[in-house]
């Protein structure tokens, strides 16, 4: 009876793999539905057009800072230079224990404008100073006590933004000059509706910069930056933009996220302490506007491209993804009321379902079945051809996966294109499935145990390539 029962839950196990990897062909579809459309921030009448408009919607570029020194004065250089009209950048700094705020002092010529400032509505850490810089004044500096989480730093950005439509993003980022407007448009296109824009993040690890241009791009020859790479790829152009489509995608990741302004404020901010505080905050956003029967959109533009240091090294990578992991868990519980319910609609049904079954349960089934299968293969209860078979299964159609995302992502972006790139992609594109995943899913399971960490964590910055120095 017992190997009976264990044999079940190994096929099962294996069958759901398989389903999750058809789920995201179905998100794939979508997506290259949604790819292949002429959307606002693909069409070049708007993009030009834009940057000359005489009143465009303002946006404030909000930083969250903490040991940045080695790539906050590149990255706010780069946010100065978006190829956007209407325009305000805040770097908040939260007690950095390096060289960043005199960096930025130092870079930007900064003024003390205030130094015993107070917070705005949402309620966050004391402020110490703010300045402003006298070569762009533009450009905004708050030191404030130090939190240990980006929450309460993106919400001072909130508090003292001028603008109707801000950016949440991570300070060790470089954007292509055109992303801003590439989101406006899609703004512009349907001004009362659209709350969110979404962006695809790609690896700066190994981008080549002047000044505030990107003059280089090519695949990392990392490890785990290579395979980090086409789990992204598979993220933001093969599953979100299908997920946006149908009014369904849980996550705007906090690598850069524009909002409305007052949205943010109405629902509180972030949450400090959550750990998974951008999807907590998306997934109000949805809550809100479907209780409420407000017609809004979640929009995803992944012509859009920014590029963000991924961790390079296996350690600092297993910390972030056992955080990432232990914020899904807090927003399981959250959403629990959420799924497939009609008062939420697609999002309900998908974007909630997609989280609970395929995120949460599916790393421990997927586990289990992995450990079950080893059991039963050193009892000798299970043909060792069948499980052969079924091993080989599963990772044919993840190598199917991730092959398609390395295409639409070449064939989307236009780069990636050059021999030794290709090569290295569908290099990680195998690595991906052959270890990595099996890695990452290991960490996931780990997570699971209860743990009271909800500080940012150390992340070492390497810098950004400069032209110069290559």
């Known amino acids: 009876m017992i190997q009976f029962v264990l044999q079940i839950f190994m096929y099962g196990a294996f069958t759901f793999t398989i389903v999750h990897f058809l789920a995201i062909g179905f998100w794939s ?49 780069n946010a100065l230079a978006q190829d956007y009209p209407n325009l305000e950048v805040i770097v908040v700094n939260d007690g950095s224990k390096d060289n960043t705020l005199n960096v930025l002092v130092e870079t930007f010529d900064m003024d003390v404008v205030d130094d015993n400032p107070t917070s705005g509505p949402i309620e966050t850490q004391p402020l110490r100073t703010i300045f402003r810089s006298r070569v762009d004044d533009r450009l905004w500096l708050v030191d ?20 109707p439509w801000v950016v949440i993003m991570d300070a060790d980022e470089f954007m292509e000059s ?29 981008i080549v910069i002047d000044g505030s241009q990107i003059v280089d791009r090519q695949a990392s020859r990392n490890y785990w930056v290579g395979c980090q790479l086409i789990e992204y790829l598979t993220a933001f152009v093969i599953s979100r933009p299908g997920m946006a489509h149908v009014s369904a995608m849980p996550i705007i990741s906090g ?31 949805h809550r809100y506007h479907l209780e ?41 519980g959250d959403t629990m009321d959420m799924i497939g319910r009609p008062r939420y609609r697609n999002f309900g049904r998908y974007g ?21 299968m080893a ?41 990636y294109s050059r021999p030794k790139d290709l090569a290295y992609m569908l290099l990680w594109a195998v690595c991906m499935n052959w270890g990595f995943r099996q890695m990452s899913l290991w960490w996931r399971l780990r997570s699971i145990a209860p743990s009271k960490k909800t500080t940012w964590g150390e992340m070492p910055r390497a810098g950004f390539k400069t032209a110069n120095s290559t």
Not at 32 to 42: A, G, K
Not at 179 to 206: H, S, Y
Request: aromatic share 6%; net charge neutral.
């Open 292 to 332: 409420n029967d407000i017609p809004y959109r979640v929009v995803q533009a992944p012509e859009a491209i920014v590029w963000t240091e991924f961790p390079p090294v296996r350690s600092v990578l297993k910390r972030q993804r056992m955080r990432w992991h232990r914020g899904l868990k807090l927003i399981v």
């Open 352 to 372: 909630v379902g997609t989280l609970h079954l395929f995120e949460w349960w599916g790393p421990i089934i997927e586990g289990l079945g992995w450990i079950i």
């Open 144 to 163: 404030k006590d130090p939190a240990g989480a980006k929450a309460d730093n993106a919400n001072v950005g909130v508090n003292m933004a001028n603008n």
């Open 178 to 206: 055109d992303v801003m407007t590439r989101c406006m448009v899609e703004v512009m296109a349907q001004p009362d509706n659209v709350i969110a824009v979404g962006t695809t993040l790609l690896p700066g690890n190994d």
């Open 29 to 77: 579809l979508l997506s290259l539905r949604l790819l292949s459309r002429e959307r606002p921030s693909r069409r070049p009448v708007p993009l030009q057009k834009t940057p000359t408009l005489e009143d465009p919607p303002g946006v404030t570029i909000i930083l969250p800072a903490y040991n940045e020194e080695a790539v906050i004065a590149h990255s706010t250089g």
């Open 255 to 285: 690598g850069f996220g524009l909002f409305r302004r007052d949205v943010i404020t109405d629902l509180g901010g972030y949450v400090h302490g959550h750990l998974g505080e951008d999807m907590d905050l998306v997934i109000k956003m």
């Open 375 to 415: 059991a039963l293969l050193l009892l000798g209860w299970v043909d060792v051809g069948n499980a052969l078979a079924m091993l080989l299964a599963t990772q044919l159609i993840g190598q199917v996966v991730a092959m398609l995302s390395v295409a639409v992502g070449v064939s989307t972006f236009g780069f």
